[in-house]
């Protein structure tokens, strides 16, 4: 049985990768190269857009991400190599920055790309994707946030209805609430999508490909990003074997080299020139690996000064705001107790008053009841969403010394900034131009770095996330498990509060607050609780839920009857679940020998995919099956 179910998956698995290769082509670049100021961004570059592919864009910054996007969308050329695009196939692009007009409606502005003609046809889908979106679609785009804007951008996308739809970082600003609707949207969507985004979770559960831009070449996965960390280590490791072959083979050349050769043939100087090549390319490779695989590494920010154990206390705090002559309330009647060391992530949809209560510790603000109690000694490091103390006008070199030196003091160590710099990614000849050359991620990142120069005893970062690339989330993830003050953290990234904090406070609306210990995960698993229920029972249950002892048919109240379809399903599940049990349990099994990867690395990293598909397809029957037993009750 556990073979058939093996043989099964290997089958499944081909057939998936094979339907995506099969399915109709849309688009594709070949042999692309791109300049940039006479620099190849990438060259030699092929990509194939199927339809129906939901893809993930990789890479760090500055490797063509974008411009991929631009090309795709129409709004770049390519300087050399070929662009073919299916007649008739239409492209929607959402950038991070887009344009509008501040006087016309939101209405206006999700209709802008459609014409008149189709503009009745399309009118229901505005109401749809604008109510979800909670967009108020009489609402000039001057009156909206920032958050607000980035909504109505994401509802003229969808709107479009695009055969190949590009999203650039769609999640910025975004709630979760949304987010979960955008992920649910875009996995019914009917045209491709082709995504870059920092937010890990929400790749994972939207994409079944990766285009992983890396040192200026593409390379592609049939798989989702869920695998991508896999995928790539796979990859990395193979390029490892493969220099290290090729230094063997370049070290014996060296010491026939260094032998001498008395007669010098022209055979003999050909040979010597191959040496002379291969070794220099054979560093130009390593390099390349060394850049690719190194990560930023930051100093643990720890041994801070902080002696109070109760760093806030809120008592009965009533915060009310008056807006369009409704009251919206923030607290009500709110307690809290932050101590030394907490580490609060703090979730609510967008104006649900997380901002409000972190101006409220910072004194911002006050309070309409009640007491809010901060420790005399207390200081606090802030990093505001909006970057307000970014001065458009300063260097990044301002920023970080606005008494002027070239050094900064780093947590008691003075550090070059330059080289300061450089630990954000930040590339010395960009250190004297103005914060107004940045992009919305840089700028996030000149923030971080002045920040975490030297951080008080209470970190409060609200959104720091947005706009930043992978590598830098990463780092910052690294910063703030090391660091050992209180941390208030306001995030919509799910993945990232989940590596980050240790409490969750949700801001539910109209004064209501929920606290969880934990990350995100936790707080899910207590709003919705689940239950692993024993196979058996479930086999039981599923047959004898309707039945009395003498297995007459009864009548159960509150309950309704499943149409015949459903009843199949739901009788075989159970079966279903157990054979799911079983091939993890063998997976897991091959999985702990030491010796399977040692033998043979693919067969095990392969396997090692197959148990998460297993995984994932046991976590579905099972909330399967927990659904179809709800609806009889």
């Known amino acids: 049985m556990i073979f058939r179910s093996l043989i099964y998956e290997h089958t499944f698995s081909l057939y998936k990768i094979g339907a995506l290769m099969s399915s109709q082509l849309i688009f594709s670049i070949k042999e692309a190269m791109v300049r940039y100021k006479e620099i190849p961004v990438f060259e030699n570059l092929s990509l194939n857009i199927h339809q129906g592919s939901r893809v993930a864009l990789i890479g760090k910054n500055g490797a063509g991400k974008s411009t991929i996007m631009n090309i795709i969308s129409g709004f770049k050329s390519l300087d050399e190599g070929e662009k ?22 939101v209405f206006e502005f999700i209709f802008s790309n459609i014409s008149g003609d189709e503009r009745e046809l399309y009118q229901y889908k505005v109401d749809i994707v604008a109510e979800a979106l909670e967009l108020e679609v009489k609402k000039t785009m001057g009156m909206l946030s920032g958050g607000q804007l980035r909504r109505a951008g994401i509802a003229r996308a969808l709107v479009e209805e695009p055969d190949i739809l590009l999203l650039d970082e769609p999640t910025n600003h975004l709630d979760l609430k949304i987010i979960n609707w955008l992920e649910q949207y875009l996995n019914n969507y009917r045209g491709s999508v082709l995504c870059i985004s920092h937010d890990k979770r929400f790749l994972e559960n939207i994409t079944n490909q990766v285009f992983w831009l890396d040192r200026g070449k593409l390379r592609v996965s049939p798989k989702g990003f869920k695998f991508f960390d896999d995928w790539s280590a796979m990859l990395l490791d193979q390029e490892a074997r493969e220099l290290k072959r090729r230094k063997q083979i370049v070290a014996q050349e060296v010491e026939w080299a260094s032998r001498g050769v ?19 390319k054979l560093k130009a490779d390593e390099s390349s690996y060394r850049r690719a695989t190194n990560k930023i590494s930051f100093e643990p920010i720890k041994d801070l000064e902080n002696n109070s154990k109760v760093i806030a206390e809120f008592y009965k705090v009533h915060k009310s705001f ?18 030394r060391g907490d580490r609060i992530g703090i979730i ?66 003075m550090r070059h900034i330059y080289g300061y710099l450089k630990d954000f990614m930040f590339d010395p ?51 703030l498990i090391s660091y050992e003050g209180t941390l208030l953290l306001v995030s919509h990234d799910r993945d990232f509060l989940d590596q980050t904090v240790t409490k969750i406070l949700s801001f539910e609306g109209d004064g209501k607050i929920e606290e969880c210990v934990g990350g995100y995960s936790d707080y899910l698993s207590q709003k919705m609780p689940r239950k692993r229920i024993d196979p058996k029972t479930r086999s039981e249950k599923s047959i004898n839920l309707n039945s009395n002892e ?34 993890i349990e063998f997976f897991t099994k091959k999985l702990s ?19 998460e598909v297993a995984k994932g397809d046991l976590e579905y029957y099972e909330t399967r099956w927990l659904e179809l037993e709800s609806e009889k009750e």
């Not at 949809?349 to 005399?376: C, M, P």
């Not at 001065?391 to 990044?396: A, E, H, Q, T």
């Open 84 to 105: 073919w695009q299916e007649p008739g196939t239409t492209v929607g692009y959402l950038g991070q920055e887009f344009e509008y007009e501040e006087k016309e409606t």
């Open 262 to 280: 008395k007669a010098r043939v022209k055979r003999n100087i050909n040979r010597l020139t191959r040496v002379k090549e291969m070794r220099e």
């Open 322 to 339: 008056r807006e369009h002559e409704k009251t919206i309330r923030i607290l009500n009647g709110f307690n809290i107790r932050i101590k």
């Open 348 to 413: 609510g949809r967008n104006g649900s008053g997380k901002t409000t209560f972190l101006k409220l510790i910072l004194k911002e603000i006050k309070a309409d009841q009640g007491s809010i109690k901060v420790h005399k000694n207390m200081e606090f490091s802030y990093f505001d969403q909006n970057r307000s103390d970014l001065n458009p006008n300063d260097s990044l070199k301002d920023v970080l010394a606005p008494n002027g030196g070239d050094y900064i003091d780093v947590r008691g160590k």
């Open 429 to 479: 000849s960009v250190v004297l131009d103005s914060i107004s050359t940045l992009s919305g991620g840089q700028k996030n990142r000149l923030k971080l770095a002045k920040i975490l120069a030297n951080p008080k005893s209470c970190l409060i970062l609200d959104e720091p996330t947005n706009d930043l690339d992978m590598e830098t989330l990463d780092m910052l993830g690294e910063i």
């Open 550 to 583: 003498s297995g007459d048919s009864v009548e159960v109240k509150g309950r309704k009857k499943l149409t015949y379809k459903l009843e199949f399903e739901l009788k075989n599940l159970p079966i279903k679940i157990q054979k799911k049990e079983e091939e």
């Open 593 to 611: 020998d030491s010796d399977f990867y040692k033998n043979d690395s693919d067969a095990f990293m392969a396997m090692a995919e197959k148990l």
